[in-house]
């Protein structure tokens, strides 16, 4: 349950640091042009097709952000999975408590595995991706902050 709630409370962070940034872009960039109702919006882009109005860019470039901030986050996420299969010294763990567990299940007249063991072999896969997500987590609010802090005007 607590690794759960870490990962929310990273993801909210992610997307806090952001939309940080992106507040410090228009605070700099913009600083007279305000966000638009869902009416403007419109009027703009569909009634007058003024497609190159800085309001239309500003609001395509948050969109664009934040989708693909957001694809790359899962892709990474997804893909951190198999890191631990990547790394030779995690593979031949892994492999071995696997090793361990079948054996065991095979000695066991119902074929049952102590659940430390299980416990073990879960550790040793996932605490390498958790660790890869919580630094590039770590890592994506450091850069976001000091965008922040040197994009936005004292």
């Given at each position: 349950m607590l690794d759960v709630l870490a990962a929310i409370a990273l993801l909210i962070g992610l997307y806090g640091a952001i939309f940080l940034c992106l507040v410090a872009v228009d605070n700099r960039l913009f600083p007279a042009v305000e966000l638009f109702p869902v009416d403007r919006w419109r009027e703009l882009f569909w009634e007058q097709r003024d497609w190159f109005n800085p309001?239309?860019?500003?609001?395509?470039?948050?969109?664009?952000?934040?989708l693909i901030v957001t694809v790359i986050h899962l892709v990474f996420a997804f893909a951190h999975l198999f890191v631990p299969l990547w790394h030779r010294r995690d593979r031949d763990r892994i492999t071995g408590l696997i090793r361990v567990i079948r054996e065991k299940a095979a000695a066991h007249p119902e074929g049952k595995v102590p659940e430390a063991d299980c416990r073990r072999l879960a550790?040793?896969?996932?605490?390498?991706?958790?660790?890869?997500?919580?630094?590039?987590?770590?890592?994506l609010w450091m850069v976001g902050y000091l965008l922040y802090t040197l994009i936005t005007p004292c």
């Open positions: 309001e239309i860019l500003w609001l395509t470039l948050m969109a664009s952000t934040t550790t040793a896969y996932y605490f390498p991706w958790e660790h890869g997500i919580v630094l590039g987590t770590l890592t």
